[in-house]
C-alpha cells in the first residue's frame, strides 16, 4: 500500500458499481480488513428525503454496500437526527430514502446515532476546552469508517464534502448549532477520534449556487475514492473550481495534516479532465443571520438557545421559509 495519498477518479455507469469496485480496489481495501470485520458507512442524510446535490443518492449507497460485502465484513449504515433548530429524525430520513429497506434486503445494520449511548471526547480551542460526546459504536467498534459525502457549496463554510460530513455524527443537532464557531477545532478532533479513513464522494451530483439545501443541482457523473479526506477534499475544491486553501476550516484541517499540495498524491488517471463546472456560492440575505451565527458563540447562543431565541425565528420565517417542510 502506498504511503503517500492515494486518489481514484471514475465516470459513473448507470449503477455506480464498476467505478467503486475500481476504486476501493485501487485504494488496496483488501489489506485495510478482514473477514468479519466491521466497516462504517456515513452519508451525508441532512434532508428528511432525497435531493440531488444535497443528499447521497441511495443508489450510492447501495452499491457500496454490494462492493464492500465483497469483503465478507459487516458493514453499519449511520446518520444522527438533522435539522438543526427544526430536528427531524434519521429514522424518518431512513423510511423515505429507501434505506430501512436496504438494510433488510443486504443484512446491513442501520443505526439512527442519535438513539446510541456516546463517550465524550475533549477538544482545546484556545483557552477553551469544549466537551463533545460521540458514539461509543464509532469508536470502540468501528474497524474502518467511510465517508460518503456529496460534493456542495454550504452558506456557512464554502463547501462541505468528505471533512465536514462528520458533523452529523456529534448526536445532538442543538449541540451542533452550539459548536458551530468552534468548527474547525471541533471537525477536526472529531475526525481523528473516529479514525475517517477513506472517502467514497457522489459525484453523481453537486449542488451548486446556495447550500447545504436549497442550491441548484450540478450533474458531474464522477465517483471519488480516496484514502485521505484532506486529500479528497482539496480536490474536489480543485474539481468545484474553487480554492481549497482560502476555506479557513479546510486550510486549517490541511496545514495541520501537512498537506497544501496535490503534488504527491497518487492518481488512477489525470484529474484534470474532471475539472468543473465552476461551482460559485451565492449567498441570500437572509443566510447571514445564520453566517454570523456559525462564527459568533455569542451570536450562537443568542439564535438557538436563549429566550429570545423563539421568537427571532419566528421573526426570521416571516422573510424566508424553512430549510425543511417535515412539519
Not at 445494520?109 to 477538544?123: A, K
Not at 464554502?158 to 456529534?170: A, D, F, L, P, R
Not at 475539472?275 to 456559525?294: C, H, S, T
Request: aromatic share 12%; charged share 25%; with cysteine.
Amino acid at each position: 500500500m502506498s504511503l503517500d495519498p492515494t486518489v481514484f477518479l471514475g465516470r459513473l455507469d448507470d449503477d455506480y458499481s464498476t467505478s467503486i469496485r475500481e476504486g476501493l480496489a485501487f485504494l488496496g481495501v483488501e489489506n485495510r480488513v478482514k473477514a468479519g470485520d466491521t466497516v462504517f458507512v456515513k452519508p451525508n442524510l441532512t434532508y428528511p428525503g432525497f435531493r440531488q446535490g444535497v443528499v447521497t443518492n441511495p443508489r450510492c449507497i447501495e452499491e457500496l454496500i454490494r462492493a464492500l460485502k465483497d469483503y465478507s465484513v459487516k458493514v453499519i449504515v449511520g446518520d444522527s437526527d438533522g435539522g438543526g433548530y427544526n430536528r427531524f429524525s434519521m429514522d424518518e430520513v431512513f423510511e423515505k430514502t429507501g434505506l430501512a429497506a436496504m438494510a433488510k434486503r443486504y443484512g446491513v445494520t442501520l443505526v439512527n446515532l442519535s438513539r446510541l449511548s456516546s463517550r465524550s471526547i475533549r477538544v482545546e480551542c484556545g483557552s477553551r476546552e469544549l466537551v463533545v460526546p460521540l458514539p461509543e459504536v464509532l469508536l470502540d467498534e468501528v474497524d474502518l469508517f467511510i465517508t460518503v459525502p456529496v460534493p456542495k457549496v454550504h452558506s456557512n463554510t464554502i463547501i462541505s464534502v468528505s471533512i465536514k460530513n462528520q458533523w452529523g455524527c456529534i448526536q445532538n443537532p442543538s449541540l451542533r448549532l452550539k459548536l458551530h464557531p468552534y468548527f474547525q477545532e471541533v471537525i477536526r478532533a472529531v475526525n481523528k477520534a473516529l479514525r475517517v479513513a477513506l472517502a467514497v464522494v457522489d459525484g453523481k451530483y453537486g449542488l451548486n449556487r446556495n447550500g447545504p439545501l436549497r442550491g441548484d443541482p450540478e450533474p458531474l457523473n464522477w465517483v471519488m475514492a480516496a484514502d485521505n479526506i484532506a486529500v479528497a477534499d482539496l480536490l474536489c475544491a480543485r474539481l468545484m473550481e474553487i480554492d481549497g486553501l482560502a476555506i479557513r476550516y479546510l486550510r486549517f484541517y490541511c496545514e495541520k495534516e501537512g498537506i497544501t499540495t496535490l503534488d504527491r498524491v497518487r492518481f488512477n488517471q489525470d484529474y484534470h479532465p474532471f475539472v468543473g463546472p465552476r461551482f460559485d456560492l451565492k449567498r441570500e440575505f437572509w443566510d447571514y443571520p445564520g453566517y454570523f451565527a456559525f462564527r459568533s458563540p455569542f451570536l450562537a447562543y443568542l439564535a438557538y438557545h436563549s429566550p429570545l431565541s423563539r421568537i427571532l425565528h419566528k421573526a426570521l420565517y416571516l422573510f424566508r421559509e424553512k430549510f425543511y417542510d417535515h412539519e
